[in-house]
């Protein structure tokens, strides 16, 4: 139990464009989701807090106007990368905790963007 | 955590040995520790975790130990087989908070 789902798993695209990425937790609702942000042979860094039904809370550095993030039901939070330049290329990887339980955060498979 | 940069520190081990991954953390006041695996182009795996409130936890193959008065946690694997080649990850969890701080992270290759 307790699957979360990412898509794409990889995606390229243009600078100048926007991409949005999915996390849908399969079997379980979360209030609150995750996103973190990976470079290649680097640790996780924690980029927002995605809460159901209100605002996301940015971890300072992140510009939220170009990491938008939408939590829109108990089981999906999208992020969406807009203007994408090549620097934000980047493994991008969202986590949930079944609401109510005091258990491990589950972790997506990530999603690895490519910025030409 | 701590995050030591661009570098991971690696561990090379003999297949069938053990092997013994170690981690430092930052904060005094985090309540809960986890251990996660990271396979090659994967998220993070949960292994398995310990509150602050014990020292010692065991799991199939694998056991957490924390250190609170040098704020050091390690995780032991026994018999360490080639699958469990990947990244490992230690994360600390303030009291009362769900955000996960990620340290560095160790590089595992298991030798035939």
């Known amino acids: 139990g307790a699957v979360v789902s990412q898509h794409p798993s990889w995606v390229i695209c243009k600078s100048g464009t926007s991409v949005k990425i999915e996390c849908r937790s399969l079997?379980?609702?979360?209030?609150?989701m995750f996103w973190y942000r990976q470079f290649p042979k680097q640790s996780l860094m924690l980029m927002a807090t995605?809460?159901?039904?209100?605002?996301?809370?940015?971890e300072q550095g992140v510009e939220k106007d170009k990491f938008l993030i939408n939590h829109a039901s108990l089981t999906l939070s999208t992020l969406t990368v807009t203007s994408a330049h090549p620097e934000d290329s980047s493994f991008y990887i969202c986590?949930?905790?079944?609401?109510?339980?005091?258990?491990?955060?589950?972790f997506g498979n990530g999603t690895r963007l490519t910025v030409t | 955590g701590e995050n030591v940069g661009l570098h991971l520190p690696t561990l090379s081990v003999q297949e069938g040995d053990n092997s013994i991954i170690n981690c430092a953390y930052s904060?005094?006041?985090?309540?809960?520790f986890i251990w996660y695996k990271q396979e090659s182009g994967k998220g993070p795996q949960f292994i398995i975790d310990?509150?602050?409130?014990?020292d010692k936890r065991q799991g199939q193959r694998v056991t957490v130990l924390l250190n609170k008065t040098v704020k050091h946690l390690s995780l032991q694997i026994a018999a360490t087989q080639p699958g469990d080649s990947a990244v490992y990850f230690c994360?600390?969890?303030?009291?009362?908070?769900?955000?996960?701080?990620f340290g560095a992270g160790t590089t595992v290759t298991v030798r035939a």
């Open positions: 986590s949930a905790r079944p609401r109510g339980e005091d258990s491990p955060l589950h």
């Open positions: 079997d379980f609702q979360a209030t609150t």
């Open positions: 995605s809460n159901e039904g209100s605002k996301a809370t940015y």
């Open positions: 904060n005094s006041a985090s309540d809960y």
């Open positions: 310990i509150r602050s409130n014990m």
């Open positions: 994360a600390e969890v303030p009291l009362n908070d769900y955000k996960l701080s």
